[in-house]
């Protein structure tokens, strides 16, 4: 494992307690940094903060709610004076169906989620961040964002959605110390797997031409140095995590 600086830094990772989140706090925590864990599932939260240890906190949080988002930078806060970086892991996919069938209550949720929940955080951090003139963003996106995947149009929508914000913020900020970046991942095989069909998996298999999912950790590499301070001249950025899918 290549060693990286995160010494004395404090993390925000949404969606912390599993999956894609929870690689990037182990990844963040052998850097040298302390994180805080910001997940709706408390059970799960209780488990990843006792497997992690005690440089890991952790706060109850539905993203998708701006109240409960606000109520999380102040429990946050009380217990660590700053918020270094942010990473906005928290997602789901939403049902495998066409465009004409899509149910709307599942869309308006998926939009919540991974869009609205997003847009929360960035709004109620990228303040205290200001105030300190240093800071880092990452938002996770997805390649669906880029190709539009079938089956999977809130999906991929919200994702493209994700990359525009983050340029747009990114812009918005650049004449600070903060870099806002994302990461476009092709499929990596979490648990978020169980909210999809079989057929949807192989179909999103099919399109990578190393012929594997990613990992969790090769993820949590990249999200990880793009905290650091040696991410300093990128921002508003897109970076494909693909297996080659995407080259462009």
Known sequence: MNQLDMKGRHAVITG????????????????????????????????ARAELGSQAHGVTVDVAEHASVVAAVGQTLAHSPAIDALVNCAGITGPNTKVWSYPVADWQQ????????????CREITPHMRERNYGRIVNIASVAGKDGNPNASAYSASKAAVMALTKSLGKELADTGIRVNCVTPA??????????????????????????????????????????????????????????????
């Open 110 to 121: 998926v939009m919540q989620v991974n869009l609205n929940g997003l847009f929360y955080c």
């Open 187 to 248: 499929a990596v095989k979490t648990a978020i797997f169980d909210q999809m069909t079989p057929e949807h998996i192989a179909f999103m298999l099919s399109k990578i031409p190393m012929g594997r999912f990613g990992t969790p950790e090769e993820v949590a590499a990249m999200v990880s140095w793009l905290c650091t301070e040696d991410c300093s001249f990128s921002t508003g950025a897109v970076f494909d995590l693909s297996g080659g899918r995407s080259t462009y």
């Open 16 to 47: 912390g307690a599993t999956g894609l989140g929870y690689a990037i706090a182990q990844r963040m925590l052998a850097s040298g940094a302390n994180v805080t864990l910001w997940d709706r599932d408390t059970q799960a939260l209780t488990k």
